[in-house]
């Protein structure tokens, strides 16, 4: 599918900087870059001439002799470029006004501003990429860990793309066989089909549920470890906050009951993101906006990845620090036994023992505890939940949810298998399932969901 009219659009950031780009894509692409571009004799270049994947190096002008700046302009010819198409990209120095101009001027000779994510979309329609590398794109533009940038780029290498190919392949091939056995029996017979169908069956239901048991460390990799940060009322849970942050993000008072609200930042330790999140003091009172703050903590708590139990070393150990270390038994965490620094009143040793709550003594003022604190909650995710290795995490929603879709109909195909049901029965879940994970690739997926996808995208991608 290839288009008659030529985009362009500024594909690097709108803020001020040393260089920008501008793409260009489409069948007029050389023609359209070609009226505006002349070398240092001021001759118009003719880019159709040029060897694809060279670079030019010239002048974008208003007119022959009027220089607006002095320009490379990278030639890419199609198939073998983003978009498939002829690509041109101007390289000139940055700034607002220079990429306007030059952009009003490719408009004036023909182009039309590109839509958010039209250079990729045309990329997938035109079969360069399949849905789900497409959706890495953005992924990868996004990333904010290591890891995640490891996920994106694998996932935009086709490892997404060739699981799901051997998936269908698989389910395609038993449908062809099943389909001709049925219209025509005399000569094709079924008789070991059911044996054959219940293997496949077996392998893929285990893949499919594989993939969904990783996509829940996927949404780790690319949203963060949500780390909700607990305690009683004036334990240090925001000096906390502001020691691994590094800045005064979070106020800090004597007087209890400071935070009434949650209080959410990112930091990035090793290869892993953390989402931290400061919350209210959880304790009695009669003061209602308090309270309100009191149940978002004890919400954050129950949906967090990771718990930071905060217990003040300073003060007796009370039934709200045992509240706390309750309400969070099930979830993975550490417990800061906090202000090491001044005297202590409860020693580490009565704090309540559990097996996976890690104890460090700790303090936000000196940041005694800090290294420990970051590299154990680091290894606990990394070397026990979401070691990288080349696993494939599924990080995408829309993709989840066709997975879940695709195990269903395979879960419903396994159970005819075991009840000896008769095999015309099983096409229909085998399509469906086919279906399902065709979405995931964008063999079967519809026209709209298509266009919202790219929507989302940044211009000039």
Not at 11 to 34: F, H, L, N, P
Not at 291 to 311: H, R, S
Not at 429 to 458: P, Q
Request: charged share 25%.
């Amino acid at each position: 599918m290839f288009y008659q009219d030529t985009i362009a659009a500024i594909a690097t950031s709108s803020k001020d900087g040393s260089i920008s780009v501008i793409r260009v894509s489409g069948t007029q692409s050389y023609e359209i870059v070609s009226g505006i571009f002349y070398n240092k004799n001021m001759r118009s270049i003719d880019l159709s001439a040029c060897e694809t994947h060279t670079i030019q190096y010239g002048y974008i002008c208003r007119d022959q002799g009027t220089i607006l700046d002095e320009v490379l302009v990278l030639v890419m010819k199609g198939p073998r470029s983003y978009t498939a198409e002829d690509v041109a990209e101007i390289q000139c120095h940055g700034g607002y006004m220079v990429c306007q101009t030059i952009l009003e001027l490719l408009m004036e000779k023909g182009a039309r501003i590109a839509e958010p994510g039209e250079f990729t979309k045309r990329a997938f329609l035109n079969g360069r990429i399949d849905l789900s590398q497409a959706e890495s794109v953005m992924d990868l533009i996004q990333a904010k860990s290591d890891i995640a940038i490891k996920n994106s780029i694998s996932q935009l290498r086709g490892s997404v793309k060739r699981k799901i190919v051997q998936l269908r392949e698989m389910l395609l091939e038993d449908i062809a066989f099943l389909e001709a056995a049925l219209d025509d029996p005399e000569h094709i017979s079924l008789e070991e089909f059911p044996l054959r169908m219940r293997e496949h069956t077996l392998y893929l239901k285990n893949e499919l549920e594989h993939l969904l048991q990783n996509s829940q460390n996927g949404q780790l990799i690319k949203e963060g470890i949500k780390t909700a940060i607990i305690g009683k009322p004036n334990v240090g849970k925001s000096s906390f906050l502001n020691c691994i942050l590094r800045s005064e993000r979070a106020i800090v008072t004597d007087i209890p009951g400071t935070t009434r609200d949650t209080l959410e930042e990112e930091v990035r330790i090793g290869s892993t993101l953390f989402r931290f999140i400061d919350t209210a003091g959880i304790r009695e009172t009669e003061d209602t906006i308090e309270n309100i703050g009191i149940e978002k903590a004890k919400k954050e708590m129950k949906q967090a990845d990771l718990v930071i139990c905060i217990i003040d070393s300073g003060s007796e150990l009370q039934e709200e620090d045992l509240y706390v270390l309750r309400q969070a038994e099930e979830c993975p965490g550490v417990i800061l036994y906090n202000k090491v620094d001044l005297p202590t009143v409860t020693d580490i040793s009565m704090i309540p023992s559990y097996d996976n709550k890690k104890i460090i003594s700790f303090s936000a003022v000196t940041g005694e505890g800090l290294d420990e604190l970051e590299h154990y909650i680091n290894e606990l995710f990394i070397e026990n939940k979401i070691h990288y290795n080349d696993e494939i995490y599924i990080t995408n929603a829309r993709q989840k949810e066709s997975l879940a879709d695709a195990l269903e109909s395979i879960g419903q195909l396994w159970n005819s298998i075991e009840m000896e049901m008769p095999e015309d029965l099983y096409s229909i879940d085998m399509i469906n399932a086919y279906e399902s994970l065709g979405k995931i690739i964008g063999e079967t997926v519809e026209d709209d969901i298509i266009d919202k996808i790219f929507k989302d995208f940044c211009m000039g991608k």
